[in-house]
């Protein structure tokens, strides 16, 4: 691995949001907002263009994050199942080599003695979500209550553990804000940024969903139907009806979620900042990424969970003075899985024995090693869940394509029983469909790409050691 000279363990600050989408980053060149603070970060170090979610939920993609493994090996398949904290962990790694480790803000993989973070020095997470305003947070004596903006709080916890650390040995910190996740409550501060009528539309706000399966329209996240009050924060005007009311839910949502961003980007700036005024950023890989994406508004979706472009697509961006040049783009196939045996490469420590990821150093460099991916596995188990109804499904995305097998076993969620919708597969050709408004598997000029991915796509089950779905009998 590239080392800096005099530092051959440089620092780590992996700052991780909740549901920001790529697409509401100004480096990936937002047209809703802006983000001078991340865009910074994307500046003097390497955007990732195309880097994924294996998994587009919060809990299953935080560990993957952590251990560097698929979900049906960590066990979090879903927001039903909790962390089995005996796992090794990136943090567990670099704090056996001689990091100090932290941990401040969301957690979102269950509490206990069996559950809370581990591989971390010191640690306060929020319960669950947690709360944006006056949050509870938890640490491993006790509870503590906080007073003032999640945000703010999260980032004040990080700055002050940087201030009292060990000034003689490298550090990982993990700065995880709860922001900007539903229900999009943002602080005084950034109150009246982006009024409604600022915010354009999505060009598939409309979509009518004709060239997909019945699960599109069966997804239960519609910004025209399934917002409620508490999303929004007022009720609609009584005279607006159809498309009018559907572009009232979107800009009311979406102007919350955008000033809920605002605040993340002013605390990265802070973050920044203390790294420069301390004499650390030259020794410091700061990273800044979210869980997965979001749909805003595309396709006429809020949330996640599918494996299409918006969903699964992680906003990635980071600096690495002396190693990366800046202004670094990279196209790469790159997923969360790789982040473990990264940050594990990046400290000069061999991953976990369990390790499924690659080392995205070389990536991150813009000189991806010959035999890098050129496809990956995505599955998501949480057969409509009853809130979002989404259907279980699988797939591979290569440079060009993406296969899904939408199978609905249900088997995510305990007690929901065998599936009740028959499975169906869908292909898209990214290149002449980028917005993935119509599935070619039927068609039969696409018949040898179909095939050759279904091949790829077990492979990849073979290879990562997951179980691909059979009917009951």
Not at 21 to 26: C, E, I, L, N, R
Not at 302 to 316: G, L
């Amino acid at each position: 691995m590239p080392q800096r000279p005099g530092r051959p363990s440089p620092n780590i600050l992996f700052i991780l949001t909740d549901d920001h989408a790529a697409q509401a980053v100004g480096a990936y060149g937002s047209r809703v907002n802006t983000t001078p603070n991340i865009d910074r970060i994307a500046a003097e170090g390497a955007r990732l263009d195309r880097c994924y979610a294996t998994n587009a939920l919060c809990a299953p993609s935080r560990a993957s994050i952590l251990t560097g493994t698929y979900n049906h090996i960590n066990g979090v398949q879903g927001l039903q199942t909790r962390f089995d904290n005996r796992q090794e962990t990136f943090a567990h790694r670099l704090q056996e080599s001689g990091y100090q480790t932290g941990l401040f803000g969301k957690w979102h993989l269950g509490h206990g003695p069996e559950h809370d973070p581990r591989g971390f020095d010191d640690w306060l997470v929020v319960p669950g979500q947690g709360d944006y305003h006056d949050p509870l947070m938890l640490g491993a004596d006790g509870e503590h209550q906080q007073h003032g903006y999640a945000t703010d709080i999260i980032t004040d916890l990080s700055l002050d553990w940087l201030a009292r650390r060990d000034p003689d040995k490298p550090f990982c910190l993990l700065t995880w804000h709860k922001a900007p996740h539903r229900p999009w409550e943002p602080d005084a501060a950034h109150a009246e940024l982006y009024p409604d009528e600022s915010i354009p539309l999505p060009e598939t706000l409309f979509d009518d969903y004709a060239g997909r399966g019945p699960h599109a329209a069966a997804a239960r996240m519609r910004i025209a139907h399934d917002l409620t009050r508490t999303d929004v924060k007022a009720d609609p005007p009584g005279d607006l009806t159809g498309d009018d009311l559907t572009i009232w839910y979107y800009r009311r949502y979406l102007s919350d979620y955008l000033r809920c961003i605002a605040s993340v980007d002013d605390n990265v700036g802070r973050m920044l900042d203390y790294l420069e005024e301390a004499g650390l950023a030259e020794d410091t890989v700061v990273v800044y990424s979210s869980d997965q994406g979001f749909f805003l508004g595309e396709h006429g979706w809020y949330d996640k969970r599918f494996i299409y472009e918006e969903s699964m697509r992680m906003p990635f961006c980071v600096r690495w003075p002396g190693v990366i040049l800046p202004g670094t783009v990279s196209s790469a196939l790159c997923t969360n899985v790789d982040l473990a045996a990264t940050f594990c490469d990046v400290a000069g420590v061999e991953p976990g024995e369990l390790n499924q990821g690659e080392s995205m150093i070389d990536v991150w460099r813009g000189q991806p090693h010959a035999h890098w991916r050129d496809c990956f596995y995505y599955r998501y188990f949480e057969h409509n869940d009853g809130a979002h109804g989404v259907w279980a499904h699988y797939g591979v995305r290569t440079d060009r394509y993406k296969l899904v097998r939408f199978y609905n076993d249900g088997l995510g969620l305990p007690g929901t029983g065998p599936r009740t919708d028959p499975p169906y597969t869908e292909l898209y050709d990214l290149q002449e469909d980028p917005q993935e408004l119509r599935s070619v598997a039927e068609d039969p000029a696409y018949a040898d790409v179909v095939a050759d991915l279904e091949n790829r796509l077990a492979g990849l089950q073979a290879e990562l050691r997951d179980e691909p779905y059979s009917a009951p009998v």
